[in-house]
């Protein structure tokens, strides 16, 4: 399985106290893509939730919702060093595809156009059996109605 789908496990101690979450939110955004001008902003801090589980932070650059990428950044919850740093734009093509199902699913990828094209072809299924059922009831109140005019011609 691919690193970016299995969550790391925290390495220290289980006697140590928690760290802080504060510093980790600050060092995840500072050091890693908080540069001035860096379009990375903070999204979701996961907090641990078992005894090896990590502290995840996920950071967004805006794009997430149109184009999957997301920053994760992982520390141990103890003594608060990095476990891994999960960067989609370096990952392998599967996982970015992966990643895009997201924003395809919900029609987010490609502009306005795209967001028209989504919604007529999540219409398309509600056409069809309107006119499909159409078609049918036709068919069959012609048989009642005309009972000696044959349709398979």
């Known amino acids: 399985m691919n690193v970016f789908f299995q969550s ?11 760290s802080k979450i504060q510093p980790l939110v600050d060092r995840a955004v500072a050091s890693f893509l908080g540069f001035p001008g860096s379009p990375y902003k903070l999204r979701v801090v ?3 939730t078992g005894p090896e589980s990590p502290v995840s932070i996920q950071l ?6 149109r184009t999957g990428t997301l920053m994760i950044v992982d520390f141990d919850r103890r003594d608060g060093h990095l476990l891994r740093e999960l960067n989609p734009i370096n990952a392998p093509a599967g996982v970015r595809l ?12 490609g502009g306005p156009a795209m967001r028209v094209l989504w919604v007529l072809v999540g219409l398309a ?3 069809l059996f309107v006119t499909g059922f159409l078609l049918w009831w036709r068919r069959a109140l ?4 005309l009972p000696g ?5």
């Open 46 to 48: 996961k907090l641990p």
């Open 60 to 65: 967004d650059n805006g794009m997430f919702e």
């Open 8 to 18: 790391p496990v925290s390495t220290s101690s289980h006697g140590l106290p928690d």
């Open 98 to 109: 992966m990643l895009l199902f997201r924003p395809l699913h919900f029609g987010a990828w």
């Open 142 to 145: 012609r048989k009642r109605w």
């Open 125 to 127: 299924p509600g056409g």
């Open 149 to 153: 005019f044959r349709i398979d011609r």
